[in-house]
T-cell receptor, first 114, second 114 residues
Framework: AQSVTQLGSHVSVSEGALVLLRCNYS??????LFWYVQYPNQGLQLLLK??????LVKGINGFEAEFKKSETSFHLTKPSAHMSDAAEYFC????????????FGQGTTLQVKP | DAGVTQSPTHLIKTRGQQVTLRCSPI?????VSWYQQVLGQGPQFIFQ???????GRGNFPDRFSARQFPNYSSELNVNALLLGDSALYLC?????????????FGPGTRLTVT
């Protein structure tokens, strides 16, 4: 079975500060990991994905995440927050056999203060 | 190119009624997955269809059913609606099953059951 835990349902940062959103996963098989962003009243947009290649993954809008197998983590970071980054962020896990079934975390709301 | 489209955008139904939600995948995508997102939670996997066959089912009651048509569009049906079925229903399409295929999400259908 696979699961995802996102630590912190709400994270607040100042504009220009570091963004760190935490994600820990559980998987009995090698995982594929994803970060999605959801703006109000919209669907989900893929930020980045890990599919067993490089452990440091760069995504859109300046976000990146590092896969750490020993810590079963896939934390999302961005060096400098922008007001437009305010949204809901979801970490998700699946496996290479079928990427059509994503298991999502509960989500983290990112607030960016001016 | 058009992304994943869903219809209707919003829907209000009464308890006990039935509802049909529709999804058109990105052109060329043969896999369609459905997710339910209750307010304040992460999306929960409901179904996946690939090449018109069911390839996965989440932990949802038999009141939920789906199908995929020859043009790869899909319908999600929910019978005997309950108040707890109120949610955003998301459809996602991908180009294949295994490997690094990522899912692209539509904007969702907001279902309110009164």
């Amino acid at each position: 079975a696979q699961s995802v835990t996102q630590l912190g349902s709400h994270v607040s940062v100042s504009e220009g500060a570091l963004v760190l959103l935490r994600c820990n996963y559980s998987s009995s098989v090698p995982p594929y990991l994803f970060w999605y962003v959801q703006y109000p009243n919209q669907g989900l947009q893929l930020l980045l994905k890990y599919t067993s290649a490089a452990t440091l993954v760069k995504g859109i809008n300046g976000f990146e995440a590092e896969f750490k197998k020993s810590e079963t983590s896939f934390h999302l970071t961005k060096p400098s927050a922008h007001m437009s980054d305010a949204a809901e962020y979801f970490c998700a896990v699946t496996n290479s056999g079928n990427t059509g079934k994503l298991i999502f975390g509960q989500g983290t709301t990112l607030q960016v203060k001016p | 190119d058009a992304g994943v489209t869903q219809s209707p955008t919003h829907l209000i139904k009464t308890r006990g009624q039935q509802v049909t939600l529709r999804c058109s995948p990105i052109s060329g995508h043969k896999s369609v997955s459905w997710y339910q997102q209750v307010l304040g939670q992460g999306p929960q996997f409901i179904f996946q269809y690939y090449e018109k066959e069911e390839r996965g089912r989440g932990n949802f009651p038999d009141r939920f059913s789906a199908r995929q048509f020859p043009n790869y569009s899909s319908e999600l049906n929910v019978n005997a609606l309950l108040l707890g079925d109120s949610a955003l229903y998301l459809c996602a399409s991908s180009g294949g099953l295994a490997g690094g295929y990522e899912q692209y999400f539509g904007p969702g259908t907001r279902l309110t059951v009164t």
